[in-house]
């Protein structure tokens, strides 16, 4: 959890601070947080960030030069901490030939991570 926790902290600190430039200002953000996320992603886009598509999906790691983006970094690997979990008790579960939940523990991790793949999505 540390280990998610610090780049949570790193990078929020560079984006308020203002070490690091945020794709969408600071002083902006207000006039856009009654949009949805849809409107939200094609505003930006349009008015910031100029690409040929919007950065929904894993394309958010093409931005990372932006505080606002780079703070998903943090975020990315806190949201990890659960998988890593799940992996470290699966070797305990076997030993103890506790089957039921070792698969339980396996079937949450290849859950875990067909969610993040991105490969199970809707909408875009």
């Known amino acids: ?49 100029h690409r040929r598509h919007e950065l929904t999906g894993w394309w958010w790691l093409s931005a990372l030069g932006n505080a606002d983006f780079m703070s ?8 990890t901490v659960t998988l890593v979990c799940f992996l470290g008790i699966i070797p305990t579960l076997l030993g103890k030939q506790d089957w039921v939940y070792a698969a339980m523990a396996g079937a949450e991790v290849v859950i875990l991570m067909l969610a993040a793949s991105g490969l199970l999505t809707a909408g875009h």
């Open 1 to 49: 959890m540390h280990l998610g926790l610090g780049p949570v902290l790193l990078t929020f600190s560079l984006y308020m601070s203002g070490v690091v430039e945020p794709a969408v200002p600071i002083r902006d953000l207000p006039a856009y947080w009654t949009l949805s996320v849809d409107e939200y992603l094609s505003r930006v886009n349009a008015d910031f960030l």
């Open 72 to 79: 998903f970094l943090g975020v990315a690997a806190l949201s």
